[in-house]
């Protein structure tokens, strides 16, 4: 685990595994897509899409 989860999870001791990854990807992406999967309510997959420019 780390530091950024031990914050979120002091915050929010409730928070579920699969939304616990995704404010964890949201923290630690600085440009890209983050997507989503749902089958019947609930988060199946989480899909990163990072993007790094160089000048």
């Known amino acids: 685990m780390t530091g950024v989860d ?7 001791p409730k928070l579920s595994e ?5 404010v964890e990807a949201i ?5 890209g897509v983050i997507q989503l999967t749902v089958h019947d309510g609930k988060l199946v997959q989480l899909e ?4 790094r420019r160089f000048s």
């Open 6 to 12: 031990e914050k979120i999870t002091k915050l929010v």
């Open 27 to 31: 923290d630690r992406l600085r440009f």
């Open 18 to 22: 699969p939304l616990l990854q995704v």
């Open 48 to 51: 990163i899409t990072e993007k």
